[in-house]
């Protein structure tokens, strides 16, 4: 298997603030990582996908400008949500790739917005 | 894009019985469909995936089934457990590249 890890495991931040959202893979380097977002009792949706250098590639209806991606390295990936505002509330999971069929997820960061 | 739909949303076995759970894909050029199983505030756990030359996949009590003419496949889990009792969700992926996850299905195994 693999370690990724994500940082921190929870947050409360105020309506118009920004939190950043850290992604690591502990053992491995990850060619590609993924953002997902899952509001309660409710599937994962993929957000983003992101390459080491490169300029992440948004799904549909995501917004590129809310929700910063960096990938500065083979194994930290941040997500940084903007101007956060309680319907941003939610569990955010990355995934981490060694390479197709193989995606390891982190434990999840929770957002609560105030 | 992909759109994955599974069934039922939520479904409650006796220990011992059986359970499955089907999901459908839209895309046909989709060809690894992995299951996860995620309890309350963890991550998802990879349980059994299954490529699409291969029409049916088992690893003791859990087994997939793949129709790719029909875009469907299945997870069938024996002699359930109360410890199987979690969220599942399927996953749809062209290449195992980005997955497309289904609407999650919340199995209750009764004791």
């Known amino acids: 298997g693999a370690v990724v890890s994500q940082h921190p495991s929870w947050v409360i931040c105020k309506s118009g603030t920004s939190v950043k959202i850290e992604c690591r893979s502990l053992?491995?380097?990850?060619?590609?990582m993924f953002w997902y977002r899952q509001f309660p009792k409710q599937s994962l949706m993929l957000m983003a996908t992101s390459n080491e250098g490169s300029k992440a590639t948004y799904e549909q209806g995501v917004e590129k400008d809310k929700f910063l991606i960096n990938h500065a390295s083979l194994t930290l990936s941040t997500l940084t949500v903007t101007s956060a505002h309680p319907e941003d509330s939610s569990f955010y999971i990355c995934s981490e790739s060694k390479g197709p069929y193989e995606q390891y997820f982190g434990p999840g960061t929770r957002l609560t917005v105030t | 894009g992909e759109n994955v739909e599974q069934h039922p949303s939520t479904l409650s076995v006796q220990e011992g019985d059986s359970a499955v759970i089907k999901c459908t894909y839209s895309?046909?050029?989709?060809?690894?469909f992995p299951w996860y199983k995620q309890e309350l505030g963890k991550r998802p756990q990879l349980i059994i995936d299954i490529r699409s030359n291969v029409g049916e996949k088992k690893d003791q009590r859990i087994a997939v089934t793949l129709n790719k003419t029909a875009k469907h496949f299945s997870l069938h889990i024996t002699e359930t457990q109360p410890e199987d009792s979690a969220v599942y969700f399927c996953a749809a992926s062209i290449s195992g590249n980005q997955f497309y996850f289904g609407t999650g299905t919340s199995l209750t195994v009764i004791p």
């Open positions: 053992d491995f380097q990850a060619t590609t």
């Open positions: 895309d046909s050029a989709s060809n690894y």
